[in-house]
């Protein structure tokens, strides 16, 4: 069964400061990895797809990166703002099509 | 791109009730992904529908069931509602790449 893990739970950081989010996974069987944001209260919104056989997914301020073999994405957001306070996570899909989703980091960015 | 439309977007319902809850995803998507957020519980997958076939399936009791219609648009019934069953359901619309586009949810509250 597919663990997934975010840590930190929560994190809180000057506005500017890069921002690196965890998220681990037991089953390196994967089809893909997706990282969403999610305002309180709101739907999760979309940021990065990597499929399996990609290393990295770059859009804007925003980098994502696979490790399949050690089990590890990590979400690089540069030079954060107040407007990238929000929950985080990550989800993983195996092959079987099955979803597993971290319990998420929220992010405050201090202004 | 229209986005994934849920209705309704707020529920009030009593325990014992049951309820229906309808999800459009995007044109041209085939896949639906169902899911309950709670506090206490984070986001859970209740089920998953690819042309009109349940292809996963979380561990809810028999009282979450689901349906996908031909123009993949899908439903979710609770029945006997429970207090415990307030929750924001999210529903997810997959891509032919699997990436998943989230809907706002749909607020239900049992009392």
């Known amino acids: 069964k597919q663990e997934v893990t975010q840590i930190p739970a929560a994190l809180s950081v000057p506005e500017g400061e890069n921002l690196v989010l965890n998220c681990s996974f037991t089953?390196?069987?994967?089809?893909?990895l997706q990282w969403f944001r999610q305002d309180p209260g709101k739907g999760l919104t979309s940021l990065l797809l990597i499929q399996s056989s990609q290393r990295e997914q770059t859009s804007g301020r925003l980098n994502a990166s696979l490790d399949k073999s050690s089990g590890r994405s990590t979400l690089y957001i540069a030079a954060s703002q107040p407007g990238d306070s929000a929950t985080y996570l990550c989800a993983v899909r195996d092959n079987d099509y099955k979803l597993s989703f971290g319990a998420g980091t929220t992010v405050t960015v201090r202004a | 791109k229209a986005g994934v439309t849920q209705t309704p977007r707020y529920l009030i319902k009593t325990r014992g009730q049951q309820v229906t809850l309808s999800c459009s995803p995007i044109?041209?998507?085939?896949?639906v992904s169902w899911y309950q957020q709670t506090p206490g519980q984070g986001l859970q997958f209740l089920f998953e529908?690819?042309?009109?076939?349940?292809?996963n399936k979380g561990n809810f009791p028999g009282r979450f069931s689901g349906r996908q219609f031909s123009n993949s648009r899908s439903e979710m019934n609770v029945s006997t509602l429970e207090l415990g069953d307030s929750a924001l359901y999210l529903c997810?619309?997959?891509?032919?790449?699997?990436?998943?586009?989230f809907g706002p949810g749909t607020r239900l509250t049992v009392t």
């Open positions: 044109s041209g998507h085939r896949s």
């Open positions: 089953d390196s069987a994967i089809y893909n």
């Open positions: 529908y690819f042309s009109e076939t349940q292809r």
């Open positions: 997810a619309s997959n891509s032919p790449l699997e990436e998943q586009y």
